[in-house]
């Protein structure tokens, strides 16, 4: 899917696949549409979007910002990632709404 499907601001346009760090991806040029009248589109970013993970791992903006994700390992975790902290409780349920103050 596309990275632009719930944002009309963008349009995105699908470049191939390509493999970065040893995982497929699809790459996206990215371009934000104008405000100005004549409503052109401006080049936004570059982004490589993991096949299976369905995320971004490698974006580029024109302003210069680069974001990598490295080294993933898709795999089982452990349930104690999921314990909550000491001194904190789990809530069942949130209240009703007539019940929180205002």
């Given at each position: 899917e596309s990275p632009c499907r719930k944002d009309p601001q963008f349009v995105c346009r699908e470049m191939g696949v390509q493999t970065i760090g040893g995982r497929e991806t699809r790459l996206w040029?990215?371009?934000?549409r104008s405000s100005a009248q004549g409503g052109?589109?401006?080049?936004?970013?570059?982004?490589?979007?993991?096949v299976g993970l369905k995320i971004a791992i490698r974006e580029s903006y024109v302003d210069g910002l680069e974001v990598n994700l490295?080294?993933?390992?898709?795999?089982?975790q452990p349930q104690s990632l999921f314990d909550l902290p000491e001194g904190f409780q789990k809530i069942s349920d949130?209240?009703?709404?007539?019940?929180?103050?205002?």
């Open positions: 040029d990215i371009s934000l052109g589109v401006e080049p936004y970013a570059r982004m490589w979007v993991d490295e080294n993933l390992k898709q795999g089982v949130t209240p009703p709404a007539d019940e929180v103050k205002k």
